[in-house]
């Protein structure tokens, strides 16, 4: 308690002028900095953020917010709500919360969870208590600015061992060693992988690396294909395409989603390529629609209400009960179907 109090009084004792003296910059420049940042230069707002976190203040509206003793929100970040994996965690998080009388307030940030400060802090001035975000905190000054005022932060979707904050999730690149032996236990020699957008994205960017380095380590034959701009079913199509002009060698594809793997799989039938007999296709997620596909879909089966249900029992427990959050990694599972072929 007395170190909260501590953290509250420094926090009433240093304003937007002092920061904007410390930072040789405006008023209006620091607050823009907090409220619109896509209004100051990137490297003028890094720049006031960790002077701001290192002389402990926060914007007004959010110091009220941590000083509140129970507003019972929780703040969430996710990629989006249009990937079902996502919805499924999210549901299950939010669920388990409203039996103890909390709401969750979701915001969505796309892929790319590098740039991510200004959401918190809506999260923050909206009361939010704790907070939990998909993926690692890639940016520095959020990372401090969560540590300082000791806001309760659970991450999720990956496990980091390293990580400053508790993950509750699976290892990205653990899962993809386990789909790339797979295949190549099945005689495949020349894979692809279609991966979603890369930047600020460590869930991507894990699978990416496992399926580089075994299938280097192999000496196989192998390439990488990245949905930059749309990751839905469309990209799917119109990358199997360009893989089949490019390398028509290819005789797997790993998607880094169900989602594309529907289209690779919808793709192949337009362009009369038989599934498994030609081109065997592995999706991530295990969504409710693969197992329906034609053929049926090998996919990687990621616990995502698991995350969503402990995820918010360690809020609760943290919040209510005082206990510290702590990592729990969980298990996926390769589910074998009919568009990988034994044979």
């Known amino acids: 308690m007395g170190q909260n109090n501590n953290v509250m009084e ?19 420049t620091v607050s823009r900095s907090f409220n619109k940042p896509e209004m100051v230069k990137p490297e003028v707002r890094e720049k006031i953020l960790e002077i701001a ?3 402990g203040y926060t914007a007004n509206s959010a110091a009220k917010s941590l000083r509140s003793k129970k507003t019972k929100v929780i703040g969430a970040i996710i990629p989006t709500l249009d990937h079902s994996i996502y919805a499924t965690m999210i549901n299950a998080f939010q669920k388990k919360l409203s039996e103890q009388g909390y709401v ?13 400060f200004d959401k918190v802090t809506l999260l923050l001035e ?29 991450c999720t979707y990956s496990y980091h061992h390293d990580s400053k904050f508790p993950f509750i999730g699976f290892d990205n690149y653990a899962s993809t060693t386990t789909i790339v032996e797979y295949l190549y236990s099945l005689g495949h020699k020349e894979i692809a992988m279609i991966c979603g957008p890369l930047k600020g994205n460590d869930r991507q960017i894990a699978r990416v690396e496992s399926f580089k380095n075994f ?13 930059k701009n749309q990751y839905n079913i469309a990209s799917g199509k119109e990358i199997l395409k360009e893989i089949v002009i490019s390398n028509p060698n290819i005789s797997a594809i790993i998607c ?34 693969a197992e329906y596909l034609t053929p049926p879909l090998t996919t990687l089966n990621i616990p995502a209400e698991e995350m969503g ?8 427990d943290n919040l209510n009960n005082q206990q510290p959050l702590k990592s729990y990694l969980l298990k996926t599972e390769l589910i074998v179907r009919e568009s990988t072929n034994p044979d």
């Open 126 to 154: 909206r009361g939010a208590e704790a907070l939990l975000i998909v993926g690692e905190i890639l940016d520095k000054n959020l990372e401090k600015y969560l540590l300082k005022f000791k806001i309760p932060t659970i």
């Open 309 to 316: 249900i402990l995820s918010a029992k360690a809020v609760l």
């Open 256 to 289: 880094n989603s169900d989602v594309i793997a529907f289209g690779v799989l919808a793709g192949a039938k337009e362009l009369g390529i038989k599934i498994p007999e030609q081109l065997n296709v592995i999706g991530y997620d295990n969504l409710e629609f």
């Open 104 to 116: 969750v307030y979701i915001l969505t940030c796309g892929f790319d969870a590098s740039d991510i």
């Open 215 to 227: 299938m280097t380590s192999k000496q196989a034959e192998h390439s990488v294909w990245e949905c």
């Open 10 to 28: 420094k926090l009433n004792s240093v304003s937007v002028i002092d920061v904007a003296k410390a930072a040789n910059v405006s008023i209006a």
């Open 53 to 55: 976190a290192n002389m």
